[in-house]
């Protein structure tokens, strides 16, 4: 099926923004496995599946609709230097694939893609609802609890 240039422009755009969310959760849940925070290093290394996840179903859906999607694009990673650093630069990864994923919904509404917006806003209840959410709580628990306190729990 031939998709509208401008959805399959903006479905490869969000690639981009899955793909660094990617990298950037695999770089950070390394460092945490290599501190020792063995439930942090679990937390992130699944929700680098999950990106890798919905990268798939960016990279079927643009396939089907008759793009070609580029894999080798990223935007600039995040890399914190300490926990509570990556989990808030993981945070503002999140907040901006959000965006992006509101921005093409729209896109697709108004070309009338509704299999590809409804994908999307899947993906969409993903980032707010687990993956955003749980990172603002883990914030919230170093301002409840002390960063000391948090980094014994994570171990």
């Not at 793909?19 to 937390?43: A, I």
């Not at 989990?87 to 729209?106: F, G, H, M, P, W």
């Not at 999307?120 to 170093?142: F, M, N, S, Y």
Request: aromatic fraction near 8%; proline fraction near 1%.
């Amino acid at each position: 099926m031939q998709g509208k240039q401008n959805v399959i422009a903006a479905l490869k755009e969000l690639l981009v923004t899955e793909l660094t969310s990617v990298d950037q959760y695999f770089v950070h849940s390394q460092m945490y496995h290599n501190w020792g925070y063995s439930k942090l290093f679990e937390r992130i290394d699944h929700e680098r599946q999950d990106e890798i996840g919905h990268s798939s179903l960016l990279i079927a859906r643009i396939l089907f609709l008759g793009g070609i999607p580029d894999v080798a694009g990223r935007d600039a990673l995040r890399i914190g230097s300490d926990v509570p650093s990556m989990l808030q630069n993981d945070l503002l990864t999140e907040y901006d694939v959000a965006s992006a994923l509101k921005r093409v919904i729209a896109i697709c509404e108004q070309e009338q893609d509704y299999v590809s917006r409804n994908m999307l806003v899947k993906l969409l209840d993903d980032t707010e609802q687990d993956h955003a959410h749980w990172l603002e709580q883990q914030l919230g628990l170093i301002k409840a609890i002390s960063l000391a306190n948090y980094l014994q729990t994570q171990m």
